[in-house]
């Protein structure tokens, strides 16, 4: 069978890699993909925003299944154009993509089914926004409602930072803003909850967690991720349970009385509070760079896992997932989040020789005059498996000391929680 790819950063590369795995996969095609996904993958230059082309190449190489691995692209309805050309596709459609695509959708659907969610407010108006600042508690959350790349939430620490979140979204930052979300601040510690359905059935896709500020000690400014680790150590069955009858399951009801249904992953990110779950966001799609740790887990074909889904028939497949335990760090040119930049070379790459439990999953890179050079903020994950996360972060950082690139920086601390604390 053909495979198409769909996305460029470590996530799509650690789809390949799991793809490629099967017997029955003649030949990968990555849309755009990188210099890792060259390895194992054609990678096609074509503009994933360009639906119309996309139909065209696919049609052309009679690519039998197509998997989106970013949110953009599922929000703006590429499963019902591809599906409507008779495309077999993974990922959720239109409607199910609101779950990440409209922040407000889905506070409001928690709202309708009983949805353990904060608290939260919907205003029309800046000035509506800016009078409720007067009669509230601090932190305060302030959230633009559509996608935002992860830049869109505010934790806002007093009534002056409110203000300038406010003006900010309703002055278009993340775009036109009609509406804006104002909810209440949760403490407890964070969970990336993962399923897999198929409309029909669900199951189970692990569970992780991963950093998303820039500096060591969970500091500074917001990024795409800069390494997780998985299994997330608040991992329990009853806790598990809680999420799938209180979060998940209400979730996919809501889904079906629209008249739809969601088929792929679905990310829950979720706030756990004495081992109750809390809803902070939905995502409609794996997430970058948790999927890197946990695709690694999984002792089950994924290949089937697609095919499985696609065809509506999940529940003849038992997915099955190794004890062991994965992290990874993302290594990212100098200045990310902010400047920096590209076309640098990394060398050694090549003289790295991986044992079954490592992997080096790219990002942005790419292949310039025969040289793979960077092409991004978030360059490479070094990710490793083995029976302890103190272990994996070791091997993980060996190995980054190997490649050795000067325009590179990491956080060492990942996974601290589990580590040294
Ligand atoms: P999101 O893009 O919705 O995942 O938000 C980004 C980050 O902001 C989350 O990973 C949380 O760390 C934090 N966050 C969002 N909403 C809340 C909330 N209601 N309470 C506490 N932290 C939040
Ligand atoms: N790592 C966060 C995300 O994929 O949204």
Redesign the pocket.
């Given at each position: 069978m053909k495979v198409g790819i769909i996305g460029s950063g470590g996530r799509e590369h650690a789809i390949c890699y799991a793809i490629k795995k099967s017997k029955k996969v003649e030949k990968i095609f990555c849309i755009p993909g990188n210099a890792g996904t060259h390895d194992i993958a054609e990678n096609i230059d074509l503009d994933i925003n360009n639906f119309e082309l996309l139909k065209e190449f696919i049609k052309e190489k009679k690519i039998d299944i197509i998997i989106i691995g970013p949110e953009k692209p599922l929000v703006e309805g590429i499963v019902d154009f591809l599906e409507t050309n008779k495309i077999k596709v993974f990922g959720p459609n239109k409607l199910a993509s609101k779950l990440e695509g409209s922040k407000i959708f889905t506070k409001n659907l928690c709202k309708k089914y009983n949805i353990p969610t904060?608290k939260f407010g919907v205003f029309k108006t800046k000035e509506k926004a800016l009078d409720f600042l007067l009669q509230c508690k601090y932190p305060l959350?302030i959230?633009a409602d559509g996608l935002a790349a992860?830049k869109g939430?505010y934790?806002c620490e007093n009534k002056i930072q409110g203000e300038q979140a406010i003006k900010e979204i309703f002055n278009g930052k993340f775009g036109k803003a009609n509406e804006i979300l104002i909810?209440?601040?949760?403490k407890g510690e964070?969970m990336s909850f993962f399923i897999i359905s198929d409309g029909i059935n669900i199951k189970n896709f692990g569970t992780a967690q991963d950093h998303?500020r820039v500096g060591e000690g969970d500091v500074g400014l917001n990024t795409g991720g800069m390494g997780a680790y998985s299994p997330s150590r608040l991992e329990n069955d009853v806790l598990n349970k809680k999420i799938l009858d209180k979060i998940i399951k209400p979730t996919l009801r809501a889904l079906e009385n629209l008249n739809t249904n969601f088929k792929g992953f679905l990310y829950a990110?979720l706030?756990i509070i004495e081992n109750e779950p809390y809803l902070?966001?939905y995502n409609v799609r794996m997430g970058d760079p948790e999927c890197q740790t946990i695709l690694p887990r999984l002792k089950t074909n994924f290949f089937e896992i697609v095919e499985a889904t696609i065809n509506q028939k999940l529940n003849q497949i038992d997915v099955v997932w190794s004890d062991a335990k994965t992290l990874s760090i993302v290594q990212c040119s100098k200045g990310y989040p902010k400047t920096y930049e590209n076309n640098l070379e990394i060398k050694n790459l090549d003289k790295i020789i991986l044992t079954e439990n490592e992997f080096i999953f790219h990002a942005g890179t790419k292949i310039s005059s025969s040289k793979i050079v960077s092409n991004g903020g978030r360059v490479l994950n070094f990710v490793a498996k083995s029976k302890s996360f103190k272990n994996s972060r070791e091997i993980v950082v060996d190995l980054i000391n190997k490649i050795n690139w000067k325009n590179g920086f990491y956080r060492k601390d990942i996974g601290y929680k589990v580590i040294d604390e």
């Open positions: 904060a959350v959230k992860g939430v934790i909810e209440e601040f949760l964070e998303k990110g706030m902070i966001e």
